[in-house]
Structures are given as structure tokens and as C-alpha cells.
């Protein structure tokens, strides 16, 4: 299968910008844009929340969701995990997935013109696809299934306001997560009906023609049952992320929406997630247009169950129905030739778990996913060339195993296994093992040892024309300690990591190692707020060169300080990023010119009641204007190279 149209020219003849070639082959999604500034009439009568700091041992005693929805205490995993909860998401200002995430420790999100891609622990970058980060949004996995992407910019599934929190737990999770969770889990919660009990709306605008409205109204009845719905428009000049800058040499812009709908009634849940986006671009010097459409859905029909006596006294069951679309949509016109590109695809799949918590010092956790993917379409038109037609289907088979034993008061430890089964691919197993030891009250010491399975994409798989018999596999080992005593908190991780049996389209790439040290802390005091990581990582491939896409540092600082009490508050988040090597695309590694280090600065002031009921905020993004060099591989020029992206927006917000 060709991964570049015939009608294209070779790259090095190609006069558009290089990001036109990596998107013709991506994900899916689609876009509309409607609305106006109309809610600022219902803003009038709204109410501000109280964004009053909830104490860090509070936090530190916020449940973890997995995917099956049983609760495990954050001091309980044995993955150092980092966590973000709504305050940090407004207080920061952050308005996308990309942005959220750049803020966590160790990780780091990259661009090309088109998507946004994350990185983990040295392994990431355009091309990547999420770095083998699997992302879980109420426990209902968010990437694709035509290319195993997550969408991080504008095109993502979930607007970041309707995020409750989001946990990042780093390590090998396929012994109980699966396919995907090769080197960490990302699991957002959603917001409840309970928590805007009422009508949300927000309206923002900013540069590079960024524009934003957002609807959403929540309520719990008095029977228990509750629901939510929340729609939100935007609309900007057709890069991922705003704070990004314009790109000079396109003249482009973008639709987007995202819908959320979710309810609960006693044991039954039933959610909606879906996002569409649709970017339209002009090259008058080509002369070429360009237009792209992504969109996505997923469905999630859940049951949970406690058994408080009879025979299955002590048991919890959790059942989830779900299934999911994706869809991308290119076309191109260029001088004369015209050339498209559709891809779909779909699934479903039925996880179920079962967890005894009858003995004293014992739990175990069984499960079961089935999932088939009967839809997974490519089709290619080029003019003057004959057209592609790819079709695929695939079925997986996934069991798990889970044993914590509470061998004392200071010392846990923690069994796993799955086993997964693939067409084409035959039983490959996931083995995990973990000790959490508190020997005090305020520390703890965590070690782990895993291997997890990664299965190859559709796209990997050239939907069809070259199927794989095995999946990628990392072993991953993480020793890890924390301290936390009333308002503070620090972490220390040192992992390892090897990846064999690479899926990799080089064929001389058999393998990756990876090892580093990670460190965060965090304090507040009277309503002040700070929290700082640093990064230090190595990732290389069997032939000795260092990974694209993979700092040496990665710096974080968040402070966040009160300001007349609660009514004012400014925050501050600063990232230093050491030099990096660009996509390996074209070139040799002698001829790689690296990503220069940078150091960015984003600024946030809000307001809470500053005009009757409604809450102000104000972002300033790359406050000094440091030169963006990350883009600069997918340049043509040398006057757009290390271009300046000072980005400012305003928003409003009411709730009533």
C-alpha cells in the first residue's frame, strides 16, 4: 500500500510543507462550526464556583479509577502516579488534552502542522502514535483503530472543561489494561451532573483567529439518578493547538466540535463521547488546496454490581458494552490532479470484571475483554493512476488476573497477568508483578517489574496487504519512592525499559532501550500551590542512535498563588526542554540539525465574580516570545525557522 498518493512528487521535490505529506496518512474525524457569542446573555445570570485549593493530603486520597471503575487509593498503586484535577486545569488556563498533558511529569507533547503527538519517557513524537500511551477516558479507551492515535489538539474526544481530573501512571499496565499500555496509562474522569447541578456556558476568543463556545448543564434528581450534556464549538486558523502560532505560508482554517453526553441511574451508566473537525487550507504559490476531515464516537453502556450476601457475598462485577467509529477524509487539488483519501473504521468490544474482596488480606480482580473490529477501510483515488481499495477485519481475545496480597500492615504486593489472543497473532502473554512497602507513616517504597504487548494499527498492518504475526513487547522495571506529610508531597522514580520484536516500518530496527530518573514534588500553603518536575532520560535504538523526538531534560514549574483571597488568582507555568533530534524523515543521522533547548512561559490570570456572577480568565502563552524551532522540520523556508508564538486569549464563564 502506498503511504503517499502517486500524484504527490517525491518529498525532496515537494513545495508544500512536509506536514501535508504525514497527515495523508493519519487518523479520522470531522468538524462544524455554528455558533456566535449568544451565551453571554445566559452568562449574565450566572454563578462563579468556588475554586477554593483542596488540601494536598485530600488530593493525595482522590480515588483512581481503572478501567473496570474499582477504586484503588492513589498511595496505593504501585505506579508513582502524578494527578491533575480540575482547579489545576482552570487555574493554568490549559484548553486542550495537549496542553493538560505537557504539564505532567515525563511527558512531553510534539506537533507536526496537522495533530498533536505525546511522548513518554523518551518514546514519542509525530509518527509514533501516542508515544504507547494508552488513554482512557471513564475507564472507555480514546485512540483510534485505524492507526492506535490519540487526539490531543482541537480534534480531541473530550473538552478539557469537562475533565474531573486526569491520573498518569507511567509503567508497564498490560497486565491489567491491554493492548496499548506499553508504557503508561492515562485515565481522565469526567465531571458529573452533580457537579454543575445547573447551566455551564463559556465563551473565549484569542489570536490566530481562535474562537470558543461551550454549553453544558448537569443535574442529579432526587431519586440518585443524574446526567450531563455538554456541547462546545470551536473554530481557528486550522492548526492543532492556537497556542502553536500561525503558519505563515498556508492560509487555512479550521471547524471543530465536541460533544459529551453521560448519565447515571442506581447500577447502570450510559456515555457519549464524539468529536468532529475539518481543516481547509490554501497554497497560493503552488497553486494547491487542501481539505481534511476527522471525526470519531465512542458509546459506553456500563453495568457495576456489589453482592452484599448469598453465596456471591464479597464479589463485585463490573460489565461494559461499547463501541466506537472513526473516520478521515483528505482531498487535494493540485495543479490539475486532483487526489482523495478515506479511511474508516469500527468497533466493539464487551469488557467485563469480577473482583472478591471477602478475605481479610486478599483481593483478586478477574477479566475478560472481547472486542472485534469489522470495519477498517482504505480507499485511495488518484487521478490518472488506478484506485486502492483496502479492506480488513480483526477479532481479539484478552484474560486477565490480578492478586494484591496485604502480607502485612507496611507491605503489599501485587500478581498480574493477561493473555491476549489476535487474529493472526497467537497467544501472547503480560506478566506484572509489584511491592508497595510503607515501613512509616509519611513513605513509601514501590518496585515493579512488567512486560507488556503492544499489537500492531491498521495502518501498520497496510489495512490488509501486510499482516503481522506478533506484537511489540517492553519489559519495564521501576523502582520508585514517595514522602508526603501535610502539604507536601515528592516522588523519585528510576525505570529501565527494552522493546523487542519492533513493529517498526525499518526493518533494521529491531529494538529500543530506555532509562531514566524522574522527580516531583509539590506544596501548598494558604491557598498557594506549587508543583515541580524534572525529566532525566536516554532512549536509543538497536543501532546505537538516539531516539527522535527525546529530550534529555524535560523541566516543569507550576505556581499558582491567591491573590485578595480567592477572588484573584495567577499562576504561572514555566517548561525548559533540552535540544532534540527532528524526524529522521529524508535524512541521515549526519545530517540532523537538532531542536535547539527552549524555555517557555505561560501566564494565567482569573477572576472569580469580577462582573456580577461571572469569572474572568486571561492567558498569555510564551510570554517571552521564545523562538518555536519545533515545527521547523516541516518548514520550507529559512525565514519561518525559529518563528516567535506569543499567544493571547480571554475567556469568560458563567454558571447558573
Known sequence: ????????????????????????????????????????????AARADDLTELPLEQLMNTEVLSAARFARQVTDAASAVSLLTAQDIQALGLRTLGEVLDQMRGLQVSADTSYLYLGARGFGGPGAYAGRVLMLVDGVPASDNLFDQIFLGHDALIDVAMIDRIEYAPGAGSAMYGNNAFLGVINIVTRRGRDLNGLEAAVSGGRNGDGKLRLSWGQRADNGAEWLASLTLHANDGTPSSDLGKIPYEDSDAEAWQLLLKGQWQAFSLQLLSSARTVRSQYPSVPATTSQQDGGHVVSLGHDHSFDDGALA??????????GGQRYNYDVDLQGYHGSIRAEGAWWSLDTQASYEGWQRQRVVLGLRLREDPKLHYDQVDSGYPDENLAMHRRSLGLSVEDELRLSEQLVATLGLRADRRTNVDWTYSPRAAMVWTPLPDWQFKGSLGRATRFASAAEESFGLSPQDHGEHVLHRELATEYRHDTLRWLATVYDYRVSEMIWPDQDITALRGHGLELEAEWQWQGLRLRASQAFQRSHNNLGNELAYSPHHISKLQLSVPLDGERWRLSAAVRRTSSYLPTWDGYTPKDLVPVPSSTRVDLTLQALKLIGPLDLTIGLRNAGNTPEHGLDPYMGTPAEMGRKVRYGWIELRGHF
Do not use: H, I, N
Open 1 to 44: 500500500m502506498k503511504l503517499c498518493p502517486a500524484w504527490l512528487p517525491e518529498p525532496g521535490d515537494w513545495p508544500l510543507p512536509a506536514c501535508v505529506l504525514s497527515m495523508l496518512f493519519r487518523k479520522s474525524c470531522r468538524c462544524a462550526w455554528g455558533a456566535g457569542l449568544l451565551s453571554l446573555a445566559l452568562l449574565g
Open 314 to 323: 464479597g464479589w463485585r462485577s463490573s460489565v461494559r458494552a461499547q463501541l
